[in-house]
């Protein structure tokens, strides 16, 4: 599946590295989803694991401002 990708996204740094690790050759089309979003990948999607219903909240908000980002940016 990787090879045959056009882009990956991940959200953390372990997911990039176990993507790259598995595949070296993927480097170039895997991106932060928060690339997509004004922060870069200076800031993750938080993990709401265990966390409360507000803190799922935001990473709603983040994951939903970031996705836009992205359509935006594919439309270009």
Known sequence: MVKSADMILVMEPHHRDAIITASPESEGKVY????FDGHGADEMVPDPIGKGRSFYRNVFNVIKKSTEGLLKWLAE
């Open 32 to 35: 932060y989803l928060r690339d």
